[in-house]
């Protein structure tokens, strides 16, 4: 007798290894830093942006790379017939034991981060399954974790990548556990 798997349903994270100047785009979040206040959303401490003004010459080139790798994935991926252009993008720059609550981005299609400063122990980038399955199954059962019973997965995040994602994955960041900043910058394509 053939057992046959039939994946019903799929869920990706796409990771792309950028080469962006990460020095100017530091430099730039800094300052950014430095002149506004920033917003609340997801973020617990640490400070997020105003959305930025895509023109801003610092991040013309990551988000000309944003746009491009992004149709990638739609086309590929989702198989859609339009192009998928740049919504909303924004820094977070979190210190020590800030982070950001689970959460998921309305009103968009794709989303991402982008890492630019990532020092050791500055929290991990995790991702929620909806399917629930602790309610049915508790983690003690399990012998070891695969995509078919595992209701996170944690990334550890690398400066220079870019991660995208659906809009409806939940997610959140751990807590910065470094005495250095972790630097990223965050977006939604509509």
Do not use: C
């Not at 990638?72 to 993008?89: H, M, P, R, S, T």
């Amino acid at each position: 007798m053939k057992i046959e798997i039939i994946e019903a349903f799929k869920i990706f994270v796409a990771k792309i290894n950028l080469k962006q100047d990460l020095k100017k785009i530091i430099n730039y979040s800094n300052d950014l830093k430095n002149k506004q206040e920033g917003r609340k959303h997801s973020n617990y401490g640490g400070f997020q942006s105003n959305n930025l003004n895509r023109n801003d010459s610092a991040l013309i080139p990551l988000i000309k790379e944003i746009e491009f790798q992004s149709n990638i994935i739609a086309k590929e991926i989702f198989k859609v017939g339009f192009n998928l252009q740049l919504d909303n993008i924004w820094v977070n720059i979190n210190g020590f034991k800030d982070f950001n609550i689970v959460h998921k981005h309305n009103h968009s299609k794709l989303s991402g981060v982008f890492y630019v400063k990532t020092p050791k122990k500055s929290g991990n980038l995790v991702f929620v399954s909806d399917t629930e399955i602790e309610n049915y199954i508790t983690n003690e059962n399990f012998l070891e974790y695969t995509p078919y019973n595992s209701s996170t997965y944690g990334i550890v995040p690398e400066e220079n990548v870019l991660y995208l994602f659906p809009s409806w994955l939940k997610h959140y960041v751990e807590p910065n556990l470094s005495k250095e900043k972790r630097i990223s910058i965050s977006f939604n394509l509509m």
